[in-house]
C-alpha cells in the first residue's frame, strides 16, 4: 500500500530551476546527516540516523516521520475545519452540517457515556432471539448491511476478466486477528497478542453483563470458533496470488454444494440479484459450511456477540474505548490513547471522506497543482517508455503491449471530478452510534447499486485529504491526492532534484505497479488476461523472485526478516520508481548539471530527496506487526533496497567494494 504533485519541467520546457532562489531553502538536511555512517553502508542511516536517534515518538503514536505518519500533522489541518464546522449553524443536509454534526456527536462523551452499551442492545437482542442456523445467517446477512462483519464478507467491484462490468465478491472472513497465523505460531509475541485478544473479548462480556469466569469462558468459545475458521483462511502472500483468488462460479453450483450456507437465500437477504459470484477464497466457505453444522447453535451465539462488541468497541462508552485500546497497544506498541480530537477527525475522515474533503480542497489545495503534477506524470510516463525500448531482456512484440499498456494508464490528481453524494445520509449531534450506521447502511446500497453494472472509472478509492498514492490493476490508474501533493514529497520552490527524488519517484514507483508480479497479469484493459510472451514471461519471473529473495535477507528485528513474498510487488514498485524518476530527473536542466547546493551535486540531491521521503521511526511492536501484514518493506528498506540495486547511485557517492550494502553488478537485481 497505500496516494503525487508538482513539477519545474516538461521534457520540451525545461525548468527554469534558479539556484540562487533554491539555496533560500536547501531541502537537504545538512545539519541531519551523520558524516560517521558511510552511505555504501546505510543511506537510510547517512541521511536520518541523526534525526532519527533524536526524535521522540508521541505517547498516543505508533510512530512518525514522512508517508502514513505525515497524516498525523494532516490531521491537524482537517482539526482547523472541522471545529469550525462543528461550531457553526450550517444548513440542513449540507456537506458542512453533515460533517460538522457527525464530528460533534463523536465529541459528546458526556451522551456516549450515559448511553452505556444501549446502542447495541437490540443487536445483542436479535442475536439471544436466533434458534437455527438459517435464523443465524438472516442475522450475518442483515447485520452486513449496516457494517457489521462477522462471517460473510461481500465486495463489488470490476470482474478481473471482464473489467468493464462489476461483479458480486465473496471474501474470507470470520476472524479479527491480523491475520491467519496469528492463530497458529507460538512465539512468545505472537502468544501476546493472542491472550491479549483474548482477554479483549473477555472483557467486552464482562462491560455487557457477564461475570469474570462466564466472560473467560466465552472468549475462548468465541476465539476458538475463529481458530478453526482461519485454518481455512489463505496467507497474506497467497492473497496476493492473483488467479487463485479469483473463482467465478454458479450460484446453482454453490447452493448444491454448500447447501448449510443456502447461498440462494443469502444473496437474496443481501439484496445481490445475481445468478453468479466470484467466491476469492473458496476453502474458508467450504469451512464454514461444514462449521454451520458441527458448532452447537449456542456457541454460534457466542461468537456473534464477541464479534457485534468488538465490531462496535469503539463507538461505545470509555470502558469499551479502553479495552478495545488494551488490545491494539498490543499490536502497536502505542503507550497511550489518542485525544478524543484526533480520533474524531480520523473517523469523519473514514467515514465522511468524500465530504470533508471537498472542504479540505476549499481551504488548502491549490488547483494549479493538478496541472503541474499532470506535466510531471507525462515526464515520468515517457522515462518508463525509454526504459522499456532498452531492455535487454524482453522482446519487441511485449515491449509495444508494455507500452500501450503504459499510456492506457489513467491519471486522477488531487481530488474527483465527480464527490461521493451523501444525500441519503442522515446525522444528528446528538447520535454518534447511529450516525456511523446510517453511513454504512448508505454505503451498503451504493456498493449494491453497482452489482451487474458498468464500472464507474470515475470513482476514487481514497479520501483527498490522505497522503498516500495508489494503483489499480482492473482500472488500470494511478491515483495522487491532494494529501500528498506537499513537502517532502513535492514543494513548487524546491529544486528539481528535489522534486523528481520525491514525488517522482513516487510516480515511478506507481506507474511501477502496473508492471509488478501482480499487476503484469492485467492488460491495458484491466483483465486478467496473458500479454507476454512465454519466454519473456518466465524472465521476468525469475527476476522477480531474484529480488523477492534479496529482500527476505534484510533484517528488521532480531531474528525478523522483510517477507520477500509478501512484499515483492511494493519492492518492485520501489526500484522501478527510482530509476524511472532518475531517468526523468536528467532530462530537467538541474538533471543535466553539476552546480552543488550546500556541498551536495544534483543527483546526490536526488538520492538525498528519496531517503527523506521515507524517514520513518516506528516503536518495535508495530514494526514487528508491519512485517508480518504489510506488503511494503519497513522505511529503511525502501531507501537501501532499491539504491544497491542501481548504478548512478553507486557513482553518486562513490560506493566501494566492502561496503556494507555494495552489490557486485551480477549481484544486483533490474527488472525495469
Not at 497505500?2 to 531541502?27: D, E, G, H
Amino acid at each position: 500500500m497505500n496516494k503525487s504533485v508538482y513539477l519545474w519541467f516538461t521534457l520540451i520546457i525545461l525548468s527554469a530551476w534558479n539556484p540562487l532562489n533554491a539555496q533560500q531553502r536547501t531541502y537537504v538536511d545538512v545539519a541531519g546527516i551523520d558524516q560517521s555512517i558511510k552511505p555504501g553502508d546505510n543511506f537510510f542511516r547517512y541521511v536520518n540516523g541523526r534525526w532519527s536517534d533524536t526524535v521522540k515518538i508521541a505517547n498516543d503514536q505508533s510512530g512518525v516521520g514522512s508517508y502514513s505518519f505525515m497524516n498525523i500533522p494532516q490531521k491537524q489541518l482537517l482539526q482547523n475545519i472541522l471545529d469550525s464546522v462543528s461550531r457553526t449553524k450550517n444548513k440542513s443536509g449540507s456537506i458542512e452540517q453533515k460533517v460538522g454534526d457527525f464530528y460533534a456527536s463523536g465529541m459528546d462523551m458526556s451522551t456516549i457515556n450515559k448511553r452505556g452499551y444501549q446502542p447495541v442492545k437490540p443487536i445483542l437482542a436479535r442475536i439471544d432471539a436466533i434458534n437455527d442456523i438459517p435464523s443465524l445467517l438472516k442475522f450475518v446477512e442483515s447485520e452486513v448491511k449496516s457494517g457489521n462483519i462477522s462471517l460473510i464478507r461481500l465486495g463489488i467491484s470490476p470482474d478481473k476478466k471482464n473489467s468493464i462490468v462489476n461483479i458480486a465478491h465473496l471474501y474470507q472472513a470470520g476472524t479479527n486477528l491480523p491475520e491467519r497465523d496469528y492463530y497458529f505460531k507460538t512465539d512468545s509475541a505472537t502468544i501476546q497478542i493472542q491472550q491479549a485478544y483474548k482477554a479483549f473479548i473477555s472483557t467486552l462480556f464482562q462491560l455487557t453483563g457477564s461475570n469474570p469466569a462466564t466472560g473467560i469462558k466465552n472468549a475462548n468459545i468465541a476465539y476458538n470458533i475463529e481458530k478453526q475458521l482461519a485454518e481455512s483462511h489463505k496467507t497474506n502472500i497467497q492473497l496476493r496470488d492473483v488467479k487463485a483468488n479469483y473463482n467465478k462460479l454458479a450460484v446453482s453450483t454453490l447452493n448444491q454444494s454448500q447447501a448449510k450456507i443456502g447461498w440462494a437465500t443469502l444473496l437474496v437477504n443481501l439484496g445481490a440479484k445475481t445468478d453468479s459470484v466470484d467466491i476469492a477464497q473458496p476453502a474458508y466457505y467450504e469451512k464454514l459450511n461444514i462449521m454451520l453444522k458441527a458448532v452447537p447453535l449456542s456457541e454460534w451465539k457466542i461468537y456473534l456477540k464477541a464479534a457485534t462488541l468488538g465490531n462496535y468497541a469503539e463507538t461505545l462508552s470509555k470502558p469499551f474505548v479502553d479495552a478495545a485500546f488494551g488490545f491494539a497497544k498490543v499490536l502497536s506498541g502505542q503507550a497511550q490513547q489518542k485525544s478524543r480530537r484526533q480520533v474524531m477527525t480520523e473517523n469523519v475522515d473514514n467515514y465522511l471522506g468524500q465530504a470533508l474533503g471537498q472542504l479540505y480542497v476549499k481551504r488548502y489545495f491549490n488547483e494549479d497543482s493538478k496541472k503541474r503534477v499532470l506535466i510531471l506524470v507525462n515526464n515520468l510516463q515517457k522515462s518508463f517508455e525509454n526504459r522499456i525500448n532498452h531492455l535487454e531482456w524482453m522482446s519487441d512484440s511485449t515491449k509495444l503491449k508494455a507500452k500501450d499498456k503504459l499510456y492506457a494508464i489513467t491519471k486522477k490528481i488531487g481530488y474527483p471530478d465527480k464527490w461521493k453524494n451523501y444525500d441519503n445520509v442522515q446525522i444528528s449531534s446528538s447520535q454518534y452510534f447511529e450516525n456511523i450506521l446510517s453511513v454504512n447502511q448508505n454505503d451498503y446500497l451504493v456498493e449494491l447499486a453497482k452489482l451487474n453494472n458498468p464500472v464507474d472509472r470515475t470513482e476514487w478509492h481514497t479520501t483527498p485529504a490522505t497522503v498516500t498514492a495508489y494503483y489499480n490493476p482492473p482500472l488500470n490508474e494511478i491515483v495522487f491526492p491532494a494529501g500528498i501533493l506537499q513537502y517532502p514529497y513535492f514543494d513548487f520552490a524546491a529544486d528539481d532534484a528535489i522534486n523528481y527524488g520525491g514525488i517522482g519517484m513516487v510516480i515511478g514507483h506507481e506507474m511501477t505497479h502496473a508492471f509488478d508480479d501482480q499487476g503484469a497479469q492485467y492488460d491495458k484493459d484491466g483483465n486478467v488476461k496473458n500479454w507476454w510472451t512465454k519466454e519473456d514471461y518466465q524472465k521476468f519471473r525469475e527476476k522477480t523472485q531474484q529480488l523477492s529473495s534479496l529482500y527476505s535477507t534484510f533484517t528488521v528485528l532480531d531474528t525478523v526478516h522483510i517477507k520477500g513474498a509478501l512484499a515483492l510487488g511494493e519492492n518492485t514498485a520501489d526500484n522501478g520508481g527510482v530509476a524511472i524518476a532518475y531517468d526523468a530527473f536528467k532530462m530537467t536542466q538541474q538533471g543535466k548539471d553539476s552546480v552543488k547546493i550546500d556541498g551536495f551535486t544534483p543527483d546526490q540531491r536526488f538520492f538525498l530527496s528519496i531517503a527523506r521521503i521515507w524517514r520513518v521511526k516506528t516503536r518495535d511492536a508495530f514494526l514487528r506487526t508491519y512485517v508480518n501484514t504489510n506488503p511494503h518493506s519497513p522505511a529503511m528498506w525502501r531507501v537501501n533496497g532499491p539504491l544497491m540495486n542501481f548504478e548512478p547511485f553507486y557513482k553518486a557517492f562513490n560506493i566501494q567494494p566492502g561496503e556494507k550494502n555494495y552489490k557486485s553488478e551480477d549481484q544486483r537485481v533490474r527488472i525495469w
